[in-house]
């Protein structure tokens, strides 16, 4: 199993600014993937990080507003850019090895608050 | 569209007693159905997974079914603990999504009172 450290648990921005959220594996693992969770529904997959290269970033989200690093196989950033209290949600990490019934583990989500 | 629809919405039961909770899904063909437990404020856990081969799966006092032909699943907590109050996700895994892409339902929100 692979353990996810996720920071910060929480925050509360103002809007206009950007918040960085940083994702660290105890292991390498080949694929890592952020979520955004809205109060009582669905998670919904932001985009792919892809070690070493630019982020998939799925129908809806872009580059620019929420920008993803990945600089090695254990570690992945998401910044939340230019925020709006539309942004205001769970963000969750998730990291998994590649193969169709690998297991996927969770970080414990920061919580985002725009004022 | 692929969807994954969990019922009942929520639930509350008394500490000792038993419950299902179901999952509809029309992702096809499918690798795996994952059931999860997310604690409030925590990141999902997952409880079993089951590829499209299987009927069963249990893990402690939860245990999992699949019917591949109706497109449902399952989950039966057995003697419920105050510990299981939390969100219950079923998520399937569509076959071509050899990248691992997920696809969740809502959650079934789980009460247990003493």
Known sequence: ????????SRDICQRGTSLTIQCQVDSQ????FWYRQQPGQSLTLIATANQGS??????GFVIDKFPISRPNLTFSTLTVSNMSPEDSSI???????????T???FGQGTRLTVV | KNQVEQSPQSLIILEGKNCTLQCNYTVSPFSNLR?????????????TIMTFSENTKSNGRYTATLDADTKQSSLHITASQLSDSASYICVVSPQWEYGNKL??????ILRVKS
């Open chain 1, 1 to 8: 199993s692979a353990v996810i450290s996720q920071k910060p």
């Open chain 1, 29 to 32: 693992v080949t694929m890592m």
């Open chain 1, 54 to 59: 630019e982020a998939t970033y799925e129908s």
């Open chain 1, 91 to 101: 963000y969750l990490c998730s990291a998994t090895d590649r193969g169709r019934n």
């Open chain 1, 103 to 105: 297991e996927a583990f």
């Open chain 2, 35 to 47: 059931w999860y437990k997310q604690d409030t404020g925590r990141g999902p856990v997952s409880l």
């Open chain 2, 103 to 108: 696809v969740f339902g809502a959650g079934t």
